[in-house]
């Protein structure tokens, strides 16, 4: 109360916009965005008010009413994005079906070799398609709700204990150790369970696919600072250092032909990337090429039961 308009709002197209209003008496509709911390897109209505029934007389108030359009404009975003990256990652399967089907149709009809083996090419890539569009919808989804932080709590051992008990058989399959370090008790954070299942899933599951060659995925959890931090580290290849930078751009691939034949979508970093922004985490990639590659998650650790109340004993 008392304090000037601009302390409170800081964008000078509303200021404007409601001197403009005070003076003349009309009306005005404002649309304006906010990048800090998160991009927001926002209108203001600015309504002069007259209290006395006297039209000579400058408005006695502005009325000032604030609408959130930011997922408004996520959807249409979301929609923008979703036919742009659809139709563009799609092409390559659906030709590949289409070429296929016509070879079924015609050359290949009587051919049952042929047949089958044509048949489980085509399955693998409706697969292909299937895995595509489930990881841009996911990936859509969390950017609708990026400016929303989650505020359940939610314990971070168990999700990490169910990741790897989930993910075991993958690693048996490929003959590769999975270990789970635990250097602190219980850790609790603000989140939403299945993003952070998800997150820590695509994390594994990259170790395992594509740093096999170590023999051995380990997943470590600990608490530094008030930070809950989980580390996923492979002993595998490497990544080069050029590539470290552009890792989670949606559909950047360091080896396309590798990422293919693992079955990848080319959108698992990408999706974890916004679940740790969405959190108000931080990412973090260390790698050696011959040392394998650290993912390493940062978020902010809610305080320990059992420390809170050895401090409210003392």
Same mark, same amino acid.
């Given at each position: 109360?008392?304090?000037?308009?601009?302390? =409170?709002?800081? #964008?000078?197209?509303?200021?404007?916009? #409601?001197?403009?209003?005070?003076?003349?008496?009309?009306?005005?509709?404002?649309?304006?965005? /906010?990048?800090? $911390?998160?991009?927001?897109?926002?209108?203001?209505?600015?309504?002069?008010?007259?209290?006395?029934?006297?039209?000579?007389?400058?408005?006695?108030? =502005?009325?000032?009413?604030?609408? +959130?359009?930011?997922?408004?404009?996520?959807?249409?975003?979301?929609?923008? +994005?979703?036919?742009?990256?659809?139709?563009?990652?799609?092409?390559? !399967?659906?030709?590949?079906?289409?070429?296929?089907?016509?070879?079924?149709?015609? $050359?290949?009809?009587?051919?049952?070799?042929?047949?089958?083996?044509?048949?489980?090419?085509?399955?693998?890539?409706?697969?292909?398609?299937?895995?595509?569009?489930?990881?841009?919808?996911?990936?859509?989804?969390?950017?609708?709700?990026?400016?929303?932080?989650?505020?359940?709590? #939610?314990?971070?051992?168990?999700?990490?204990?169910?990741?790897?008990?989930?993910?075991? $058989?993958?690693?048996?399959?490929?003959? #590769?150790?999975?270990?789970?370090?635990?250097?602190?008790?219980?850790?609790?954070?603000?989140?939403?369970?299945?993003?952070?299942?998800?997150?820590?899933?695509?994390?594994?599951?990259?170790?395992?696919?594509?740093?096999?060659?170590?023999?051995?995925? *380990? =997943?470590?959890?600990?608490? *530094?600072?008030?930070?809950? =931090?989980?580390?996923?580290?492979?002993?595998? !290849?490497?990544?080069?250092? *050029?590539?470290?930078?552009?890792?989670? /751009?949606?559909?950047?691939?360091?080896?396309?032909?590798?990422?293919?034949?693992?079955?990848?979508?080319?959108?698992?970093?990408?999706?974890?990337?916004?679940?740790?922004?969405?959190?108000?985490?931080?990412?973090?990639?260390?790698? /050696?090429?011959?040392?394998?590659?650290?993912?390493?998650?940062?978020? /902010?650790?809610?305080?320990?039961?059992?420390?809170?109340? *050895?401090?409210?004993?003392?």
């Amino acid at each position: 109360m008392g304090d000037p308009l601009s302390f =409170v709002v800081r #964008v000078p197209e509303v200021l404007d916009a #409601v001197r403009a209003a005070a003076a003349d008496g009309v009306p005005r509709r404002v649309e304006f965005a /906010e990048r800090i $911390p998160l991009d927001r897109w926002l209108e203001a209505h600015v309504v002069p008010l007259r209290l006395h029934v006297s039209p000579e007389r400058a408005p006695d108030a =502005v009325l000032l009413t604030f609408r +959130d359009l930011t997922q408004q404009r996520r959807v249409e975003q979301m929609r923008a +994005d979703f036919v742009a990256n659809a139709s563009h990652e799609l092409r390559t !399967p659906l030709a590949s079906l289409s070429g296929f089907i016509e070879t079924l149709q015609g $050359p290949a009809r009587n051919d049952t070799p042929a047949r089958e083996r044509f048949l489980a090419i085509m399955a693998a890539q409706a697969r292909r398609m299937s895995r595509l569009i489930d990881d841009l919808l996911s990936l859509s989804r969390i950017e609708l709700n990026a400016h929303v932080q989650p505020q359940t709590k #939610v314990d971070l051992c168990a999700i990490i204990a169910h990741v790897c008990d989930t993910l075991s $058989p993958l690693a048996r399959d490929r003959g #590769v150790e999975l270990e789970q370090v635990r250097e602190s008790g219980d850790l609790e954070v603000l989140g939403d369970r299945d993003e952070l299942i998800r997150l820590f899933e695509n994390l594994v599951e990259n170790a395992l696919k594509y740093g096999a060659p170590g023999k051995k995925v *380990e =997943v470590r959890l600990a608490r *530094e600072n008030g930070t809950a =931090v989980v580390s996923v580290r492979d002993f595998g !290849p490497g990544i080069s250092p *050029e590539h470290l930078p552009r890792l989670t /751009e949606r559909f950047y691939r360091v080896d396309v032909a590798a990422s293919r034949d693992q079955g990848g979508t080319g959108l698992g970093l990408a999706i974890v990337k916004h679940i740790v922004a969405r959190h108000r985490g931080r990412l973090g990639v260390e790698s /050696e090429l011959g040392q394998g590659a650290i993912f390493s998650v940062r978020l /902010e650790a809610l305080p320990n039961p059992e420390k809170t109340l *050895e401090n409210a004993r003392a």
